[in-house]
T-cell receptor, first 114, second 109 residues
């Protein structure tokens, strides 16, 4: 089945220790998104790529970076995680930005910062 | 600023009907989505409205009034598995999704 895969599902890191979260998709979608979601809050868009065009949300901290080496893969790098970065990180894809284009989500990576 | 409002929590009884409301103020409008999110899991797509009116899909229906900046999700014949958060999201003029914080729906036997 075509899908969005995130690894790992659970990630524990130490305060200030860099961590990388990965996402892959078999849907061949043009657009990939990274969201941060904290408990009982709306998903917060961090970045999105339309093909290789990178779009950084204005309020995404500099501590967060992203890479999309090819259509299928996208990575979220957190350079120096703080306690406030503990959250669920969701990767999503869509065919494009226009018209009816629902976003398909991966299962998420829950990040714990000790 | 852009804003999506939905009730924080609702409770309903198994077998009953529940309506979850969403009001929005966004810069432009290019469609409204409803997603279901079970605890600890990713959101899954439920419905999409871009024109005024009611869209029905099985036990779930979604309504949109663009002039009022208002939508609702109607769930019929509630089942215990419908216990989840329901997120309303609006696509703005830049085709960015603006998300609500979600409504936690609790189903009681």
């Amino acid at each position: 089945d075509a899908m969005v895969i995130q690894n790992p599902r659970y990630q524990v890191t130490q305060f200030g220790k860099p961590v990388t979260l990965s996402c892959s998709q078999t849907l061949n979608h043009n657009v990939m998104y990274w969201y941060q979601q904290k408990s009982s809050q709306a998903p917060k868009l961090l970045f999105h790529y339309y093909d290789k065009d990178f779009n950084n949300e204005a309020d995404t901290p500099d501590n967060f970076q992203s890479r999309r080496p090819n259509t299928s893969f996208c990575f979220l790098d957190i350079r120096s995680p703080g306690l406030g970065d503990a959250a669920m990180y969701l990767c999503a894809t869509s065919r494009g930005d226009g018209d009816y284009n629902e976003q398909f989500f991966g299962p998420g990576t829950r990040l714990t910062v000790l | 600023g852009q804003n999506i409002d939905q009730p924080t929590e609702m409770t309903a009884t198994e077998g009953a009907i529940v309506q979850i409301n969403c009001t929005y103020q966004t810069s432009g409008f290019n469609g409204l989505f409803w997603y279901q999110q079970h605890a600890g899991e990713a959101p899954t797509f439920l419905s999409y409205n871009v024109l005024d009116g009611l869209e029905e899909k099985g036990r779930f229906s979604s309504f949109l009034s663009r002039s009022k900046g208002y939508s609702y999700l109607l769930l019929k014949e509630l089942q215990m598995k419908d216990s989840a958060s329901y997120l309303c999201a609006v696509r703005d003029s830049n085709y960015q999704l603006i998300w609500g914080a979600g409504t936690k729906l609790i189903i009681k036997p």
